[in-house]
């Protein structure tokens, strides 16, 4: 297979329930090896996206290729493909080696070549002390190790992913994370992941897609994502907490925004036009205090109004013109509300869109 | 020390009263209404128990002076009905043999119904759905004489066959729609991972969900032994005196008007009748608790 076809591709993808268009022209190119996170919040067809994939779902227009494979008609279990669902949906009367072994027996495999690749998924997963219990013995952990060898076995190039670590508690699913990543690096499989936390996707992707209504946002590296959202959804959506948002104008390279002027000379503009109404945003973890806020290229005083600690670090809500502004300062910053708050403000850091099409300029 | 005395301080299990006033009104409550219930099956043993003679002194709640097991033995094997003088022994295993095909019958094809409604949604799915409840609030006696004109025709009128096909039919709403609730209930992530797993219709089907389902088979098994057990009306309308299951025939033994009214033997003959469905009740009772417990499987 040569590495220059994608190793997954979904061209003007359509699905339909009734009247309701869940994806519209939907493409979207995945490479080899790659691990792409699809993002976004309930409701925006990202696990409608991946079972469209899997091939769980019927289109309504469009065509998937995995591999060179042309598969829009396949079945699921003919597209090369493993899956792990949220709720691990593990067979509850069958052991852990039955879960595994589930698959490659209904693919009518040799039972020798059934036992190694058994032994070699949970080798891997470090569940073999569990083959012969069953679903109901095991942790939540444990369960999704399971879920995931499920999918292992069946050495496939493509794993999707549905929201795996959702089900788990917040310490687990740092550990799984953590081990999902080595996972990716030692197998070099192509993977796809759904989830709406924005931490997962950052920490897992080598890109992410963020998706709203059915439609892919952006499409870009964390990075990109972060610090060059293309439009103002995107800009909103990743960050916690998020962006700062002030409306004004922008004239040449200054933006107004009521008594505050910023040159914007070292921001790099996508398309210089001559728009007037625009929206800045600027992180709250790009906004400078301290010392160092007297060098930066906007100074301004803001009045503290809340103070969160949060002991890696401190949000401070403060007052901005009239406009709420979020800051994150370290964890040990000695402010309290009420506290007049010197800040600073490095427009390259910032972003700027178009007020009415929202998108970056 | 501490615990033998009254201690005064309010420390550990809070003691509890026997005889307080609310358990003597909960266990007096049910104590005269399982009395209550249980009277009509105390008259019954009793006078099945007893001789014809001791019968006619009255009494009818005192146990028997002699105890005889002779009505019981003359029900079930040479009771009259008719010229036929052989018992119900011909009706017990006319009913075992409309029974289990019938119910092996019905709960599979209801089985397989239920799954395919609730996972393989086909074009249409919901309004056959919906057709196949409604045949639920139908009453049976609409339908009676369309189906003798259909069992005529198909050649299987009179025959144990034919109630065999009444009974799937008229069983299939109701537990059609018991399979698909709860087919429906199994998270469909199961039914997705097994179609990645490669698993076919009857591969989905057989491998996991039925494993997973036996106590709403067991359920299915006590609905449809307890209903074509106890049905009287398709019986005698659909068979002919031969093949009479065990309720027609205890009907006429008990409804003849030649002769003596041999109350014991009525009495045993009933229970007799009974006797099935009870046994149902007390086994797969038992089965059905140890089924859910086996089947909870959390997430």
């Known amino acids: 297979m040569s590495l220059k076809t994608p190793s997954v591709k979904v061209c003007d993808l359509d699905l339909h329930f009734g009247d309701i268009k869940v994806l519209q022209k939907l493409n979207l190119e995945i490479n080899h090896g790659e691990f792409l996170v699809l993002l976004g919040s309930s409701g925006c067809g990202k696990s409608t996206l991946l079972n469209c994939i899997a091939g769980l779902l019927d289109i309504s227009a469009g065509q998937i290729f995995i591999g060179e494979k042309n598969v829009t008609w396949s079945e699921p279990s003919e597209r090369g493909i493993g899956m792990v669902f949220q709720s691990y949906a593990l067979y509850p009367q069958m052991t852990v080696e039955g879960n595994l072994s589930f698959g490659l027996k209904n693919a009518k495999m040799p039972k020798d070549e059934i036992k190694s690749r058994v032994k070699r998924a949970s080798e891997i997963l470090q569940i073999e002390a569990l083959l012969s219990r069953k679903p109901g013995a095991l942790s939540g952990g444990q369960r999704q190790r399971v879920a995931i060898g499920r999918a292992l076995v069946r050495d496939v190039d493509v794993f999707l992913f549905d929201e795996p670590l959702s089900n788990l508690d917040a310490k687990l699913r740092v550990d799984l994370r953590v081990e999902l990543k080595l996972l990716h690096q030692r197998l070099k499989n192509t993977m796809i992941y759904v989830t709406h936390d924005q931490i997962e996707a950052m920490t897992l992707a080598d890109r992410i897609a963020i998706m709203k209504d059915g439609k892919i946002m952006q499409l870009g590296t964390p990075d990109e994502i972060y610090n060059r959202p293309q439009n103002l959804y995107v800009a909103d959506f990743i960050g916690s907490p998020s962006m700062n948002f002030f409306k004004g104008q922008l004239k040449d390279t200054k933006f107004t925004f009521g008594a505050l002027v910023l040159p914007m000379g070292s921001y790099s503009f996508k398309n210089k036009s001559k728009l007037s109404e625009a929206i800045i945003g600027i992180r709250p973890e790009h906004i400078i205090t301290g010392e160092l806020a007297k060098k930066a290229t906007v100074t301004t005083n803001v009045k503290v109004k809340l103070v969160e600690p949060m002991g890696s670090d401190t949000l401070v809500y403060a007052d901005l013109l009239g406009h709420q502004i979020r800051i994150r300062m370290e964890g040990n910053a000695k402010v309290k509300s009420g506290d007049i708050l010197e800040i600073g403000i490095d427009p390259a850091r910032a972003s700027l869109f178009d007020s009415k099409t929202e998108q970056r300029i | ?299």
């Open chain 2, 1 to 299: 020390m501490l615990n033998s005395n009254k201690s005064e301080v309010p420390s550990g299990p809070k003691p509890k009263k026997v005889f307080s006033r609310s358990n003597i009104i909960i266990y007096g409550t049910l104590i005269i209404i399982s009395i209550y219930y249980l009277l009509p099956l105390w008259v019954m043993i009793m006078t099945s128990l007893k001789g014809m003679p001791e019968i006619r002194m009255g009494n009818i709640f005192s146990p028997p002076l002699e105890v005889t097991f002779e009505p019981w033995v003359k029900a079930w094997s040479y009771a009259c009905t008719g010229i036929n003088c052989d018992g119900l022994s011909r009706g017990f295993w006319n009913s075992v043999k409309i029974l289990i095909p019938s119910l092996i019958l019905s709960i599979s094809v209801a089985s397989v119904n239920g799954y395919a409604l609730a996972n393989w949604k086909f074009k249409g799915s919901e309004v056959f759905f919906t057709i196949l409840i409604f045949g639920a609030f139908i009453p049976y006696q609409i339908m009676i004489y369309p189906i003798v004109i259909l069992l005529r025709e198909i050649g299987l009128m009179g025959s144990t066959a034919g109630l065999v096909l009444v009974h799937t039919i008229f069983g299939m709403p109701i537990l059609t729609l018991l399979f698909r609730n709860h087919f429906a209930a199994i998270p469909d992530e199961l039914f997705k991972a097994a179609r990645v797993d490669g698993a076919g219709f009857w591969g989905i089907y057989f491998k996991v969900l039925l494993p997973m389902s036996i106590p709403i088979f067991v359920v299915a098994m006590i609905l449809q032994v307890t209903g074509i057990w106890n049905d009287f009306l398709f019986g005698v309308i659909y068979t002919k005196p031969a093949t009479y299951p065990m309720t027609v025939q205890l009907n006429n033994i008990v409804n003849s008007v030649q002769g003596v009214k041999e109350y014991n033997v009525n009495m045993a003959a009933t229970l007799l009748t009974g006797l099935v469905p009870l046994a149902i009740y007390f086994v797969s009772g038992k089965l059905f608790v140890r089924g859910i417990a086996a089947g909870a499987v959390k997430g």
